[in-house]
């Protein structure tokens, strides 16, 4: 069974920092291009950061460049994100999502897989 399993969400100040981690299962997470999308209340949901299936490539939307940091050891089986200087825009559910093939993808509609979600609130 396929699974994707976020953790690391929580409630933070303005400036402050968060790791999600995103576990995953049931496919070859190495031959998977990995990508974090969050989505807040009455918004649609976006991309915020990507990395190739061997991880020499990353990309992030303009916002979080800079603050946030995608990661992923294909030994562990998990895609991590580092978020850091945090603002209350940042506040969403991130999902991390996998995609079959080696590169990375802006598009949510492209992902084959996702996770549940984990929360996090940057309050001011």
């Known amino acids: 069974q396929v699974q994707l399993v976020e953790s690391g969400g929580g409630s933070v100040q303005a400036g402050g920092a968060l790791r999600l981690s995103c576990a995953v299962s049931g496919f070859t997470f190495s031959m998977y291009a990995m990508g974090w999308f969050r989505q807040a209340p009455g918004k649609e949901r976006e991309f915020v950061a990507g990395i190739s299936a061997i991880g020499g490539n990353t990309y992030y939307r303009d916002s979080v460049k800079g603050r946030f940091t995608i990661s992923r050891d294909n030994a562990k089986n998990t895609l991590y994100l580092q978020m850091n200087s945090l603002k209350p825009e940042d506040t969403a559910v991130y999902y991390c999502?996998?995609?079959?093939?080696?590169?990375?993808?802006?598009?949510?509609?492209?992902?084959?897989?996702w996770g549940q979600g984990t929360q996090a609130t940057v309050s001011s």
């Open positions: 999502a996998a995609r079959r093939g080696l590169e990375i993808t802006t598009n949510w509609y492209n992902y084959n897989y």
